[in-house]
């Protein structure tokens, strides 16, 4: 099979573009080994080792090569988003959907009530009890959050997962102010 066949077949597997790139580089190399040695035998002894046909076809090789190449190039690049782990995603629809004021002041009103119920049979627990465990699962939200970007070590991932965060944060500090307008 020639290279003019494996232009014409398609390359699905990224392991199989990067070899057909390395066999399209390294014929290239060749080609271009090629044309320099016949353009140095033709300045030096001012003779022909090629036919002008001959030339010409490699010329035209070369491009086709460096056509297919830039298309093969262009299918491995992959956009940000083709990065994004899946664990991400999930944390994000997760943390917009808890982080709607309704939800977080229903789950906040549930653990707040699930907490006094269970504190009183320690301590008779007062106003300020009331408020700490009200406001307390949406600040483990954040801090959770918070702790999640800084421990992430891929630059890519650390950029999308401040975008969540910072949508995640204003969702949640709009839902405590109106929390916060509810409870005073």
Known sequence: MNDMDNMNNPVSTEDEIQDEIFNIEVRLQEIDAELEHYEDVLMEKEEEILEPKEVEELRNEYKELKKRRKNLLKQTKKSIWDTIPLWMGIYAIFQFIF??????EEIS??????ML?????IFTPGLWTLYTLFFLIPFLSLLASTIILLKLKNKNHKKIFAIIFGIHGIETLVAVGLMISLVV
């Open 99 to 104: 982080s709607f004021w309704l939800f977080l």
């Open 109 to 114: 009103r549930q653990f707040t009530l699930f």
């Open 117 to 121: 119920q269970v504190l009183e049979k």
